[in-house]
């Protein structure tokens, strides 16, 4: 087995006093995708933040592979709406960067066309869209976000995953979500961690979906939704093959269906 990108060993954090995060062990390899769920204040942003240096561990610590490139996505990214600025302005900054590959970003992102609209006039959708291509201006080997579809719709969510499951497939990087939707993100992800301060339980969208302390936070509603993803998707698309068969990735019509037996 391949050495890990990243990892966490019996990491803790502290915050104003606070354990925030407890005896946290997760190893991140190339290429998976993995999604991190939890209730409100389960120290999830928090474990991302420990990932890329910006909290320092109370004790055990974060191992990187050498020379590691990382993206990161934010949860929300205030812009001055006084200040006129060009989505090709905002990815220069604080460094200049080319036409080309301003448009290459965007394009790898979803987001091809915007680059002479100013932030201020983007959509929702766009504005992620826009925060995840200047996350892939080093050509990441780790992509992580956080709660990067918070305040966009269920189709919009959808569509962002859909996305980033394609970035993933174009630039072979691993992917490590923060996500609070619940139902779309098991269809999205190799891998799913309960973190409620620990890790409560991991595994496959599966097996955390049947797992008790999943099912104490989160109620049995999610699994209903996540047995219609798979088998809508597998029985739609019996003669594919391959990456995007294998994790059963919803189409918008899937969703509100899923949405509807959730409820």
Request: hydrophobic fraction near 40%; glycine fraction near 10%; charge should be negative.
């Amino acid at each position: 087995m391949t050495a890990p990108l990243i990892a966490a060993r019996d990491l803790s954090v502290r915050l104003g006093g606070r354990v925030i995060l407890d005896d946290v062990n997760v190893e991140i390899r190339a290429g998976e995708i993995v999604t991190i769920v939890g209730p409100n204040g389960s120290g999830k942003s928090t474990f991302l933040r420990a990932l890329i240096g910006a909290v320092r561990p109370a004790s055990g610590r974060i191992e990187r592979a050498a020379g590691l490139r990382v993206g990161y996505v934010p949860q929300k990214l205030a812009i001055d709406r006084s200040m006129p600025m060009t989505v090709r302005r905002f990815l220069g900054l604080p460094r200049r960067i080319s036409r080309a590959k301003a448009e290459q970003v965007l394009e790898h992102a979803g987001a091809a066309g915007l680059g002479e609209r100013q932030m201020i006039d983007l959509s929702g959708g766009q504005f992620q869209r826009v925060l995840l291509a200047r996350a892939l201006l080093e050509q990441p080997q780790l992509l992580l976000l956080d709660e990067a579809t918070q305040g966009l719709d269920q189709p919009g969510a959808a569509a962002f995953y859909r996305r980033i499951e394609e970035v993933r497939q174009e630039l072979g990087c691993a992917v490590v979500m923060v996500s609070h939707d619940l139902h779309v993100v098991m269809a999205a992800s190799d891998r799913v961690i309960c973190l409620n301060g620990h890790i409560c339980c991991q595994g496959t969208p599966e097996i955390v979906a049947d797992a008790p302390e999943y099912r104490a936070l989160f109620g049995t509603g999610t699994k209903g939704a996540l047995a219609l993803y798979r088998h809508e998707h597998s029985h739609e698309h019996d003669h594919t093959h391959g990456h995007d068969h294998e994790h059963g990735h919803p189409h918008d019509h899937d969703h509100h269906a899923a949405e509807g037996e959730a409820r």
